[in-house]
């Protein structure tokens, strides 16, 4: 029996979206992963900001939905012109987690295109483990979806299956 863990890397899910103009149900897409792939476990990466209530009631949702939360203080950074940027970076955070879990699961669903996540998903590869990677089309790194080749999904394509509708 195959056993999968999914990993959410939450801005490039959150961002992705948005910018095509909509927002993931995190409820349908908990429930998509549960059935369509059987995910054991499924982690959320995200940043948390202290001063944020809506934040906080989000993530206890997602946390009594099911998901394991995974969550780093966010950092406000200046670019050269002022604007803030926020940001979590939780790479290293999912990549510990993915290491950490690599032998209890065969199969890795990984929600997030970012090209840093390259080696890990190799070393996966070259381990026998079973890789599908779901994310922004157009924000997916060429070499993440030339490594996995046919297992990768734009997100675009579950929009009727994942988009949260008020």
């Given amino acids: 029996m195959m056993s999968t863990f ?5 801005s490039n899910i959150i961002y992705g979206t948005r ?10 897409l908990y429930k998509y992963l549960k059935e369509r792939y059987e995910c054991k476990t499924i982690y959320y990466f995200g940043g948390k900001d202290e001063q944020n209530e809506k934040q906080f009631k989000f993530y206890r ?4 939905m099911g998901f394991e939360l995974v969550l780093k203080p ?6 050269s012109g002022g604007k803030p940027i926020r940001k ?6 999912l990549t510990f987690y993915a290491m950490r879990d690599k032998d209890k ?19 996966f590869m070259d381990n026998g483990k079973s890789l599908v990677i779901i994310a922004n089309g157009s924000r997916t790194a060429k070499e993440i ?3 996995v080749r ?6 675009k394509s579950l929009r009727s299956v994942l988009e949260y509708k008020k």
């Fill in 150 to 155: 046919g297992n990768f999904t734009d997100l």
């Fill in 6 to 10: 999914a990993f959410i890397d939450a």
């Fill in 19 to 28: 910018d095509e103009g909509w927002k993931v149900d995190f409820k349908k």
């Fill in 105 to 123: 699961f065969s199969r890795i669903i990984m929600l997030s295109g970012d090209g840093d996540f390259e080696i890990l998903l190799r070393y």
């Fill in 61 to 64: 949702e997602i946390e009594r």
């Fill in 88 to 93: 979590a970076n939780c790479d290293v955070d």
């Fill in 145 to 147: 979806k030339q490594l």
């Fill in 74 to 79: 966010v950092k406000i950074f200046r670019q």
